[in-house]
């Protein structure tokens, strides 16, 4: 294989690297929801209104691809899909932001809390 294909194969990875979006189950789960179900986004428990659980734990991160938004709030976006399959009604943000890889460049990251209304 010369050089140029493995430059090529190698350039054509470090752009389609795919995101990632990790659960961790904290209660039992109902029925999820449609994948771009609409969701309350709160940046302080303390504004939420009304009672709720906290049904899972969502850490996510946007790819590295060239593609892709490398934002807190675009992570924040795709854990929201993730929380709609597991049923919740919102979403607390314990972090978000923006880390630092190598030479490449950044890459969004958001750490929340998926919530389900008890009324």
Known sequence: MTIFKKCTI?????????CSVKVSELSGLE????KDCP???YHDANNI????EVICLVDSKTSYSLYQSHTGSE???MAGF??????ADGMIVIS???TKFNFWGTRGVAKLKAIKYLE
Request: net charge positive; charged share 30%; aromatic share 12%.
């Open 75 to 77: 992570a924040i976006k």
């Open 96 to 98: 978000s932001g923006k």
């Open 39 to 41: 969701l309350d986004v």
């Open 49 to 52: 209104k009304r009672k709720y």
């Open 31 to 34: 029925q999820g929801k449609v």
């Open 10 to 18: 190698a350039f054509f990875a470090m752009t389609t690297l795919s």
């Open 82 to 87: 993730k929380a709609c399959k597991y049923g």
